[in-house]
Structure formats: structure tokens, C-alpha cells
């Protein structure tokens, strides 16, 4: 299916007020003894602690939208029920969000991956956001699901460009045919073994053009219709005992059958690559983009960011997020220098040597 929009659609009337755009991000938090692998929460392990990870995600990404005023509503669809079983910070984290103005959604995860997977377990629960999000929302508003690791740097980019219904708007990648993109090394899960699927489906050949589940923007309808094509993808693969167990595997199968037409926003929003040990190839003007997704940021720049917001000193973080230059040197957009580098690692040291003092110090004394 291509990317380029549909010339039959029919422009929306500009004399015609639309809702504001709202944004949702998602977090699913693990039970206990739930098995689970997140590859860049750096060293995060337990459930509380992966909890506030993502948490101080959700923190920051809502301030860079609630800092500059951005027009919009926002939403953090989740499973949390019992706050403090995740622990003080994780409730200060929660609070920080609802004096941001984010709606809590109670969200359930129904749309688990087949197979077990312990690896990027919770992705699928962007489908089961989709659904929480979408109840009773105006059939023209536009819904922008994110990761929980993005940054707004200039939103109203990305708005403009959310394509109408029954269109979906999402983040391509090229990747080699053969590449194992989330590290599972089975048969069917490289874009050369989703375009082989999707030829035993009756569909195109050939490597897919890979879905990335960074940022799926619609209308309400046609998000719920996106789901809609994944459950009956799901069962037609059970029906031939396979399974796709990550968000962005079947997402791509569901394009490449082209029961979903995807728009690709790259122009507006991209998956940035930053620190000094990535190999991928530097975005050209990162500046240009309105969205960020910054995976390897969440142990250090936006948990920086949040402890910041989370203590009440905002005047640094207020002044960095008016300006994307200044967002840019904050989040490592631009790379970074030996001193940036030192201090990065400085803060990381010192933060690992305080949790450890924090466990301990919480740990009950032993009787003998």
C-alpha cells in the first residue's frame, strides 16, 4: 500500500471548528513474577522500577506539550490501580501528571502476544489504548498514540499532518530485508518474512515497508479499524499456529495486506538515535521534525528531565523547552561532546549509588 495520500479524500471545510487533537500515551505495568525485557530502560528490573521509568517518560513528554501551551488534550492509558504499590515516586510521578492536565484512562491488556514473549511484552497494549482512547470521542478528532520516550518540539507539525479516515498516520523505517528488527531471529518477523506472510495471505511480495510503533495518528474510526485488521490478522495466524508477539510486526503485516492504508509522517516525526555508541545514520535536520522518539534517553536525559519537574524546579526545564535548539542540547539531539559525555555518565553513577543507599536503607534488619 503506498504512503502518499489518497488524492479522492475530500479536504476538511476550514470554516469548521475542530476538536483539539488528543494525545495518549500507554503504559502497561507487569504483575508480579510477570517475566518481562526492556532493552534500553537501562538496568531498570523490577516492576516498580521499569513503572517509574516510563513514568518519567510520560512526565516529560506531557510537559514539552503543557510548558509551550500546546493546544490539545492528553491521556495516559494504563493499568495502575493501586498507586502506591509502585512506590512514592511512582505516585509523585502520577501526580505530577494530573497537575499536567493528563486524563488517567483505565485500560485492561487484552491483546497480549500470542506466544509468551517476555521481550518488549507490553507493546501490544497500543491496541487496547486505541480502544480506551477512542470511546466517545467526536468522529473528526484527531488521536496521536505515542511511546512514552517522545518529546514534542514542535506538535502542531505533526497535527496538521495526521491524515484523514480512514487513513492512519505512522513512522516508516528501511530496513535491510533480512534484519532482525526486535531481536526475536524467527522466520517471519524480518520485513523479507512479513512480506512472505503476507504473500501466503494472498497479498504483495517482497520486503514490507516497516511499521514503527512509535506514533499511530487517525480519527477515532479509523484507529478502531486499524485494531479491527489486527485481531483478524491475529486469528489467521493462530488459525496456522503462528504468531506475531510485538505491536510493530503485525502493524506492518496489516499494511502490507493493505487492510490498513498508512501514511507515513517521517517529514514530522522520527525515532532519533543519540550517544555516542549507536550506529544508525544521523538524522539531517532533527530540528525540522515536531516529534522525537528518543529510546536510549530514557535512563538519562528525560529521567533527568522529570526528576527536575518531579521537584518542583521547572525554570531551567521552562526555558530549554521554548526553544528546540535548547531542547535539542538537552535530549543529545545534536550529539554530544567529551565534557557532555563526562557529565552524563557522572549523573548516571550517582543516581545508581543513590538508589542503592535508598535500598538498602529500606531493607528490614535481619533477626538472628
Known amino acids: 500500500m503506498s504512503s502518499q495520500a489518497d488524492p479522492l479524500l475530500v479536504a476538511p471545510d476550514p470554516t469548521v471548528v475542530q476538536p483539539s487533537p ?49 493546544d490539545c488534550g492528553l491521556a495516559l492509558a494504563t493499568n495502575i490501580t493501586d498507586r502506591r504499590a509502585l512506590g512514592r515516586t511512582a505516585e509523585e510521578l ?8 493528563v486524563e488517567i484512562l ?4 487484552r491483546h497480549r502476544p500470542g506466544d509468551g514473549s517476555s521481550t518488549y511484552v507490553s507493546s501490544r497494549y ?38 484523514q479516515s480512514p487513513r492512519v498516520g505512522c513512522v516508516h523505517f528501511e530496513y535491510p530485508p533480512d534484519w532482525d ?23 504483495p511480495s517482497g520486503p514490507a515497508a516497516w511499521v514503527g510503533g512509535e506514533l499511530l495518528a487517525g480519527t477515532p474510526d479509523a484507529l478502531r479499524e486499524l485494531v479491527a485488521a489486527c485481531d483478524e490478522v491475529d486469528a489467521q495466524l493462530a488459525a496456522r499456529d503462528q504468531v506475531l508477539p510485538t505491536e510493530e510486526q503485525v502493524l506492518t503485516l496489516v499494511g502490507a495486506l493493505g487492510k490498513v492504508g498508512f501514511d507515513s ?21 532533527p ?3 515536531g516529534l522525537w522518539h528518543l529510546p536510549a534517553e530514557k535512563g538519562l536525559s528525560l529521567r533527568r528531565t522529570a526528576h527536575a519537574i518531579r521537584r518542583g524546579r521547572t525554570r531551567e526545564v521552562r526555558r530549554d523547552f521554548a526553544e528546540p535548539a535548547r531542547m535539542a542540547r538537552r535530549f543529545n539531539v545534536l550529539g554530544t561532546g567529551l565534557a557532555r559525555q563526562v557529565r552524563d555518565d557522572s ?7 543513590s538508589s542503592k543507599l535508598r535500598s538498602r536503607l529500606r531493607r528490614p534488619a535481619s533477626h538472628t
Open 22 to 70: 488528543l494525545v495518549v500515551q500507554y503504559l502497561y505495568v507487569h504483575g508480579q513474577g510477570e517475566a518481562f525485557f526492556y532493552p534500553t530502560t537501562r538496568s531498570a528490573t523490577s516492576v516498580a522500577e521499569v513503572a517509574v521509568r516510563y513514568l518519567e517518560c510520560a512526565v516529560v513528554q506531557a510537559a514539552s506539550l503543557r510548558f509551550r501551551d500546546v
Open 94 to 101: 502520577l501526580e505530577c501528571l494530573e497537575a499536567l492536565d
Open 106 to 109: 483505565q485500560t485492561e491488556y
Open 126 to 163: 497500543v491496541l487496547d489504548a486505541i480502544l480506551s482512547a477512542a470511546e466517545d470521542q467526536p468522529p473528526e478528532r484527531r488521536l496521536l498514540l505515542t511511546d512514552l520516550d517522545c518529546v514534542w518540539v514542535g506538535a502542531e507539525r505533526v497535527f496538521a499532518a495526521v491524515p
Open 181 to 203: 528488527v526486535v531481536g526475536f531471529g524467527e522466520v517471519g518477523r524480518t520485513p523479507a518474512g512479513i512480506g512472505q506472510l503476507s504473500e501466503s495471505f494472498g497479498g
Open 265 to 285: 509522517l517521517e517529514r514530522v516525526a522520527s525515532r532519533v538515535h543519540t550517544g555516542p555508541r549507536h550506529e544508525a545514520v544521523a538524522i539531517a535536520d
Open 287 to 289: 530540528l525540522a521534525l
Open 347 to 353: 549523573w548516571i553513577a550517582r543516581r545508581r549509588v
